[in-house]
């Protein structure tokens, strides 16, 4: 037995002679008050009984990753059933799937049955000590166990022994079941595209290929660059390592990406028969506009400012095609256009990289253009929020969600698309005020009302909202439309609108959405659409059409992570609040001398713009002179970059006398160069990026003479499809040397950014070509691993899982005694109060004897007379002493019991009555 508070036991001393003082009582109440004080402080004590036969702990790991045979999943599910047929009572099972990262399948039970897979993993990589670790964290400390590992042994990542040491120090040995693919009669695979990091322009420069083979063999080879065949032929491989020599020679500065192909027949590891490498040709760094008017106002102001500028219509941006870019202007260019991941490549580039951002203004930019909630979002200096006294009317809105079975799927971070899209419905309804209305249903075959139209005011259930998934069959539009139509039309706000979120590829049933839509527009009601997939999925015209014919908005939602984004964007263009489409007039702010010697007086007047507010640090140069005083043009640093909001329309609708204005080529050419920041000199430092196999090695080489910095220098490795990066802190390796390591879990291009002292230093790119997984080797590789794992804690290899739980060692279950203490702790009291009211006699109270005062009668006596004989038949007279009077004794109480009665006796005797 154990105790959690066993300091608690010190509490009998004074409650003891407490009850010992106060709380004596001849006879068995005295004996159950004892035991009620035992009861109570032993309670509390909370102690617990140890039983060592409460089970054992399995948790199943199990590899998802490319490298796994095609039929893993249902391999693995066979063998958790095994294991789950062996379980004996207190026995629990659970199950982790890991690529990349890990993900619990299945929590540990006693007797529910896996299911199946449902939770996705990248499988580019198999991260085997992450997933490790997570079994770890899936056991409980106070049990133990055993994990089963179901693998080929080609992981990735850090190395998976010191996890396992790590459980080994707990007991929990690791067992193994290796799942491999059958060894290939081929592989030829490209081990390595070797080409510089760094080459100026028309500078010719040489770069080789490395291709391994296991036998002789003919195959063709092709070379890429970004795109374009430069070499494409036969060649004969040699067993072993061959060595292609190749050169070229680029016109142009920027990030060039070569690509080298292999096809040989019979090959039996097609993944890694392709070789990548990226280079960066120097040049100075460039302005890259993206806008719909490439010969607009703010194209030929920017090119005529002598600054080397890209102008390309808006596309979905990645790092590679921001390298070498110093600042990006974006001329009201919507979210969407950019992609999920290019809003979350732009972030990291403002943030890490130290990019510039400039952002103007239009009817599809900031909020209006769905920057709200997006990851450009804290990047600005202003916020897009919709405050109440800007609103011009009060909305209705009328929601309807897709809760076909599809939405159930999960998206990378475990959640499932409805849940995003929940988020993105409680958000949106979030912007309303008290004077709006709204109502949301779910729609699969027939619709499933959530909350009808209420108003906002009266509060709104968002709880219902993420509960409400059905999981039916596809969603009928035709039914989801009559439904939002009987619900929008019972509201009499001015502006009345209904939002469909569909999914593109499995929309179904239209009917008579025509009719449908035609009387919706006849009542002055507009309709929306979000469709969650392509443009080019199956439905997607069928959605255009219901948002042509509803005179609203479509929007593709590529990414489900990008929902909540939407349905914000779609409630600030619905509310129409955060655009003003008056003319205003400017004055320049006391941060305008930031920019350079501009011009503070006769500024234009614009004919519109975006409705911000200006963040708390960030400086404003120019604000309207209208009743909102709102920023026109402010500008701030933001991590390691800089960031500038000009919120008036440049060359469009509402541009004004902007377009006029004499000084906005000069405004525009400072606002850019500010946004640049300060280049860092080449003298200053170099840095340098190297992969050998899949880790990268960053060097940070100072210039001789350097002072030491007073803090270590970080590196942040940044990943070309926008993911979040690492920072690590550079480590000594010489004296005018630091480095870092990173291990890459998977193919891609990968940015390394080092920061030292305020400066930000952009190392070359590196490309993985495949996972390393997929490296040249043998299944034998992989076992010598996993042989490794198991001999760490005493595992062993599992053909059978017979005697898998048998094995292992049985956890010492814990039963809480406190809550049985407790239970006798008021059967004690009840029975105290039992026996005192009914079966024990009176208590008798000892009398305290009060004083008696002698009262002697103060008698006046006569002065004896001398003069005065006594007569002879006179008596004398004789004195006699009164008699003694005693006490009587104090008369014995009637029986008092309660506290009330023994009050009034004791009041009775001070008192004399």
């Known amino acids: 037995m154990t105790f959690t508070l066993p300091q608690a036991w010190l509490l009998l001393l004074p409650l003891g002679l407490f009850l010992w003082r106060y709380g004596r009582r001849p006879g068995p109440p005295m004996v159950l008050r004892w035991a009620l004080l035992v009861l109570g402080v032993g309670a509390l004590s909370g102690p617990e009984l140890r039983l060592a036969n409460a089970g054992s702990d399995v948790a199943v790991v199990v590899d998802r990753s490319r490298s796994m045979p095609l039929d893993v999943d249902r391999v693995a599910e ?12 207190g026995d629990r099972v659970g199950v982790i799937t890991f690529g990349r990262e890990s993900r619990v399948e299945s929590s540990l ?25 997570a079994a770890g964290a899936l056991i409980p400390p106070e049990r133990t166990g055993r994990v089963l590992v179901v693998s080929d042994g080609r992981a990735t990542g850090a190395d998976a022994r010191g996890a396992t040491r790590r459980l080994a120090a707990r007991g929990i040995a690791v067992d193994y079941r290796q799942v491999s693919r059958p060894e290939p009669a081929l592989d030829v695979a490209v081990v390595s595209l070797d080409v510089p990091a760094t080459v100026s322009v028309r500078e010719p420069f040489q770069f080789s290929a490395v291709v ?30 061959n060595l292609l020599p190749l050169r070229d020679l680029l016109e142009e500065p920027g990030l060039v990406h070569y690509r080298l192909t292999v096809e040989v027949p019979g090959d039996g590891v097609p993944e890694n028969d392709v070789g990548v490498g990226v280079l960066r040709v120097e040049g100075p760094p460039r302005v890259l506009l993206l806008t719909a008017q490439p010969s607009g106002t703010l194209a030929k102001a920017l090119t005529a400012t002598g600054m080397t500028v890209e102008v390309k219509a808006p596309f979905h941006l990645s790092l590679e095609a921001l390298d070498g870019v110093g600042v990006v202007v974006l001329e009201n260019v919507d979210a969407n256009a950019l992609g999920e991941t290019g809003l979350n490549s732009l972030a990291n580039y403002v943030d890490q990289a130290g990019g510039g951002l400039v952002m103007t203004g239009g009817r599809s930019s900031f909020g209006e253009g769905g920057y709200r909630r997006s990851p450009v979002e804290p990047l600005l200096p202003v916020s897009l929020e919709m ?30 698309k409805m849940e995003l899209a929940a ?22 075959t027939e619709p ?14 968002f709880d219902q909202v993420a509960r409400g998934f059905s999981g039916g069959g596809g969603i009928y539009v035709g039914t989801a439309l009559r439904a939002g139509s009987k619900e929008i039309l019972r509201s009499d706000k001015p502006t009345r609108h209904v939002v469909l979120f569909s999914d593109a590829a499995d929309s179904e049933e239209p009917g008579d959405y025509r009719e449908t839509l035609a009387s919706l527009r006849a009542a002055n009601v507009t309709v929306s659409v979000i469709g969650l997939g392509k443009p080019t999925d199956p439905d997607a015209d069928l959605l255009r059409e219901v948002a042509r014919r509803g005179a609203g908005r479509i929007y593709f939602a590529e990414d489900a992570m990008s929902l909540p984004r939407i349905f914000s964007q779609e409630t600030l263009a619905v509310a129409r609040a955060t655009f003003v489409d008056e003319p205003a007039s400017l004055e320049a702010a006391p941060d305008l001398p930031l920019l350079g010697p501009l011009p503070t007086t006769g500024l234009p007047q614009v004919g519109g713009y975006n409705l911000t507010y200006l963040k708390p640090r960030a400086n404003v140069a120019l604000r309207t002179l209208d009743t909102n005083a709102a920023p026109v043009l402010a500008l701030w640093p933001h991590g390691a970059g800089r960031t500038v909001a000009l919120t008036a329309e440049v060359d469009g609708k509402y541009t004004g006398e902007l377009r006029e204005w004499g000084a906005l080529r000069a405004t525009l050419e400072a606002v850019v160069r500010w946004s640049m920041g300060r280049p860092t000199p080449k003298e200053e430092a170099v840095v340098r990026s190297e992969r050998q196999g899949n880790v990268l090695r960053v060097t940070l080489d100072l210039p001789p003479g350097e002072p030491m910095p007073g803090a270590l220098p970080t590196a942040v490795l940044l990943a070309g499809d926008g993911r979040s990066g690492v920072e690590k802190p550079l480590h000594w390796e010489d004296e005018d040397r630091l480095v870092v390591e990173y291990p890459l879990t998977g193919s891609g291009t990968w940015h390394p950014v080092v920061k030292w002292g305020g400066r930000v ?43 898998l739980f048998a094995e292992a060692p049985e956890s010492e279950g814990r039963v809480a005694l406190a809550p049985w203490l407790v239970a006798f702790a008021l059967a004690a009291m009840l029975a105290e109060i039992a026996v005192r009211r009914f ?50 004794p104090p008369k014995p109480p009637t029986g008092v019991d309660s506290a009330l009665e023994a009050a009034r006796a004791r009041a009775r005797r001070r008192t004399g009555r």
């Open 448 to 461: 499933h009302e959530i909350f009808p139209l209420s108003p906002v005011s009266k509060g709104l259930p």
């Open 78 to 89: 066979e063998l958790i059933s095994l294991v789950e047929s062996q379980r004996r009572p």
């Open 387 to 416: 405050r109440e006294e800007q609103r011009r009317a009060s909305v209705a809105m009328s929601v309807l969600m897709d809760s076909s079975c599809s939405m159930g799927m999960q998206v990378p971070d475990g959640r499932t």
């Open 423 to 444: 988020e993105g419905v409680t958000a949106a309804l979030t912007l309303l005020n008290g004077n709006d209305e709204a109502s949301v249903h779910m729609v699969d």
């Open 761 to 803: 230093l952009r190392a070359p790119p590196v490309a993985l070509p495949y996972a390393p997984e997929f490296e040249p080797g043998s299944a034998k590789e992989g076992l010598k691993l996993l042989r490794a794992l198991a001999a760490v804690g005493g595992g062993q290899e599992r053909l059978s899982m017979t005697g």
């Open 212 to 241: 391994q083979a296991t036998s002789a063999v003919t195959g063709t080879v092709r070379l890429e660059r970004d795109g374009k065949v430069l070499v494409k032929g036969p060649y004969d491989f040699k067993p072993g390592p």
């Open 109 to 133: 039970s006693e007797r529910s049955r896996f299911g199946g897979f449902t939770r996705p993993v990248d499988a580019e990589a198999s991260d085997l000590s992450a997933a490790l670790d």
């Open 839 to 888: 079966l024990s006699a009176p208590r008798v109270r000892a009398a305290r004897e009060r004083p008696v005062k002698e009262v002697s009668a103060r008698e006046p006596t006569a002065a004896p007379r001398t003069d005065v004989k006594p007569s002879a038949t006179t008596p004398n007279p004789v004195q006699e002493e009164p008699a003694e009077q005693k006490p009587e």
